[in-house]
């Protein structure tokens, strides 16, 4: 018995890891959503499918360690509820994968990608927000995506736009340190995942032990019993 509360003990600290992950990305994406704006930068980079798909998976997470959390209270009796908390594990596993896999796709060609976009997609308000945009360290005014090209005549791009250089550099730092962020927080998400899952297979198998323990006991007793 002391063996399967210690292994209680591992799964009810690696499930609440697990659920403040979900919980974490549900209020992130929450927070994100809350504030997303056609002219913001950051909705350029994050589109508001990734944000959504984000909040849901985080709210999933955070659903489906409820049912883990019953279980793992009372594991002799509960036995059905940890096993459908790990098979909803491997389903949230495999969502977070997916989407972190999604995203580190986008930065393999963040720069045809946003050159397209640039030229096509994004209106002049979120153009001329990277062209003035001088929080992001390194980088400051630029025209254009490249140089003196695909240029909104705004401020000093208006009048001495070949004098700076093109977006595109800038364009990219910004996507690839939001995309970097997120993708690595989401394959670190799967490996508190699997510390979990692990976790959880161990106490399923020494609650089994402990049943056959107990229900050998009692066929000994039994027998011990007709014998006096």
């Known amino acids: ?12 600290v690696f499930i ?3 659920t403040l992950t979900g919980i974490g990305a549900l209020i ?18 994050i589109s508001r499918e990734i944000e959504l798909a984000g909040t849901v998976i985080g709210g999933i997470v955070a659903a489906t360690a409820l049912v883990g959390y019953v279980g793992a209270i009372s594991p002799m009796k509960r036995k059905r509820f940890l096993v459908v908390f790990m098979c909803l594990l491997v389903a949230a596993m495999v969502a977070e994968l997916g989407l972190g896999g999604v995203i580190w796709f986008k930065t393999l060609r963040m720069r045809s990608l946003y050159k397209d976009k640039w030229q096509s997609v994004w209106p002049d308000t979120l153009k001329i927000a990277f062209q003035d945009m001088s929080t992001l360290t390194g980088y400051g005014q630029c025209c254009g995506y490249t140089q003196n090209q695909n240029v909104v005549p705004s401020g000093v791009c208006k009048t001495a736009a070949a004098s700076f250089p093109g977006c595109e ?24 995942n699997v510390f979990c899952f692990v976790s959880g297979v161990m106490l399923v198998q020494t609650r089994n032990d ?9 066929k000994d007793a039994r027998m011990y019993s007709n014998v006096i």
């Open 1 to 12: 018995m002391a063996n399967l509360k210690k292994q209680q003990y591992w799964f009810m």
């Open 16 to 18: 609440t890891v697990y």
């Open 28 to 45: 992130l994406g929450n927070v994100w959503l809350s504030q997303s704006a056609d002219g913001a930068p950051r909705e350029a980079v």
């Open 169 to 192: 550099e800038k364009v990219s730092a910004f996507a690839d340190g939001y995309l970097r962020k997120l993708f690595t927080s989401l394959f670190g998400f799967t490996v508190v």
């Open 210 to 218: 402990e049943e056959r323990y107990i229900r050998i006991g009692k």
